[in-house]
């Protein structure tokens, strides 16, 4: 039997987490620890002892099989559902905020190639007056999000497009990651059209 080991219970830990919807704030409440000292469990930066374990097994409502499937899971190969999509998506990851990967739709609206975006970071593709706003949704919200306010997004020709974000947890080549999809706003394509016609 596959035995599980330190690295693969806290990544079996951190998915749970981002699945449920639960950030790093609210485990360290209910485990009675700094945000601070539970994020250093989830970087590996802290040994965990078992009794912690099992308290963040039972906060997560998880056992040690569910770890073990959750880190056994194959990935589901869906290129061709993701990179034919008309819509923009990327795929990128929780801590670095580095592109691991995007579709055609993405490269077409954006400029960027893909193997630029592959270098990029999410942060690269925001205005810097937005960068601020970005860091503090990215702290107050996890797991799967519909955000509520419109974000900004920075073209390689320099012009800023407005649009509609949804972010997923989903698992990534065994790794926890978020697929977002970008939808252009349509009250940005309206203004754009009025302004065009009272030229």
Do not use: C
Request: no cysteine.
């Amino acid at each position: 039997m596959h035995e599980l080991s330190s690295k693969e219970i806290i990544k079996a830990i951190r998915l749970k987490r981002m699945q449920l919807g639960y950030s790093q704030e609210y485990m360290a409440a209910k485990l009675d620890v700094s945000q601070n000292a539970y994020s250093k469990i989830e970087l590996g930066y802290t040994k965990v002892v078992l009794d912690r374990v099992l308290s963040i097994f039972k906060l997560l409502n998880m056992s040690a099989i569910d770890a073990l499937s959750m880190t056994s899971k194959t990935f589901v190969d869906f290129s061709k559902l993701f990179h034919k999509s008309a819509t923009p998506m990327w795929i990128f990851e929780p801590v670095t905020l580095k592109f691991l990967e995007v579709n055609d739709a993405a490269v077409e609206r954006y400029g960027y190639n893909r193997d630029e975006f592959l270098n990029m970071t999410i942060r690269d593709i925001r205005p810097k007056s937005e960068l601020e706003n970005m860091s503090a949704y990215l702290t107050a919200h996890d797991g799967d999000q519909i955000f509520d306010v419109k974000f900004k997004h920075l073209l390689a020709d320099g012009s800023i497009l407005t649009v509609d974000i949804v972010r997923y947890a989903i698992v990534y080549k065994g790794e926890p990651a978020f697929l977002v999809t970008s939808t252009i706003d349509s009250t940005s394509v309206k203004d754009k059209k009025e302004k065009l016609y009272s030229k």
